[in-house]
């Protein structure tokens, strides 16, 4: 019998103490990392990972199986490690805009969540954002006063390896930093929308537009180049305030995608649709640890038609390039 056989973890044991430090003391390699990020899983789609060429696999079987694996290259832990990233994206792509770095604080001399906090007063009631750059997800708004709550989390998780909380491993042993930058600017009164493509074997196939991702959220999935909705049945109906750009500005955001993915044969790149260009927002080789769901007005945690039609659009251009 396998170890993956013998351990299956139910709900409430995942939360346990006993679990905590075993994934905590687990070595960082692909066998306890399929163990590990493999239990996740199987709790969110009730079966083990598949192989990626296996003809049921979806995307989420894809994303796994390259997170677990120790096997990243340097050109993708650069661009992962938001204080690195921007340098590799100009690079490939010299004409995209990059959001303006303000400053960059090594983890190793932060004392405490108190400590942090006095070295982003300078920043507070700016237009700018703090996030740790060696991880996914912390961010926060410092444009107004900062609740502790919003310290402590992103003091927590900058404090971390990342790695060990998914085995997401082209994080692991990045050194630990908070970034804060400049937002980018949209329009007067909003934030840009972020535009999420998919990209397989370097061609952008999918666009998960995200408008006012930090406020009343709302993310559909459209097909590239065309932006007709991916999955017309999906359920979602636009909000008021929410307009595509205009060609101009999709062919500028998809160009940008395309020599970003280009080095890769997965990879979602995230670009900004800010007021004066296409700005970087991050690349991401493993989005949602594995765990997503595409948005669909049917609910975003389970599959759904619109997640089998994602899913089986970024699969299908995988397993013809194999």
Known sequence: MTAQATIRMKD????????????????????????????YFEQKFERWPLPPLDSAALINDLIFSRMIDPRWSPLQRALVDKSTAKTEAQRLCPSLRLPETLAVIPMESVRSADHLHGLLQPFIGTDAIAKPSHASGGTVFLTGDLAPADIHVLHELAAIDYATIMREMQYWRLPRKVIVEALVRAAATTRPNDFKFHCIDGEPLLCQVDHSRFGDAWSRLYRVPSFEPMYPGDGLVPPDDYRLPDRDRLAALIAAARALAAPFDFVRVDLYDGIDGVYFGEATFTPA????????????????????????TLMTAFRSGR
């Not at 594995?290 to 389970?302: E, M, N, V, W």
């Open 289 to 312: 640890a594995s765990l997503g769901i595409a948005p669909s007005a049917a609910g975003c945690h389970r599959v759904t038609a619109t997640h089998r039609e994602y899913s089986d």
């Open 12 to 39: 409430s044991d995942l939360s346990s103490a006993g679990w905590h430090e075993f994934t905590c003391a687990a070595p960082m390699e692909r066998a306890f990392n399929h163990l590990i990020a493999g239990t």
